[in-house]
């Protein structure tokens, strides 16, 4: 499964905890991909199931997200 094949909304992480094992717990609890910029930051699909608790784990402090229509052309990504 590629973000390609995906439905959902766009979105760009910024991680604030550098903790590891959490955001490999927060990468596999939304799918998220282990793709980060030297900028901490990590384009994602957010499924609208998933809102609720994606929003409250960005309260929690994990990570800040903005909307962005970002596109991946098969190598990197661009925002």
């Known amino acids: 499964m590629t973000h390609t094949d995906l439905e959902g909304e766009k979105v760009i992480i910024h991680w604030q905890t550098r903790d590891e094992e959490s955001i ?36 929690r402090g994990y990570f800040n997200y903005r909307r962005v229509d970002w596109t991946f052309n098969g190598a990197t990504y661009s925002w």
């Open 24 to 59: 490999r717990l927060i990468r596999e609890r939304f799918g998220i991909p282990r793709y980060t910029t030297v900028n901490g930051q990590t384009p994602a699909i957010l499924k609208s199931e998933d809102r609720e608790m994606f929003e409250e784990t960005a309260k």
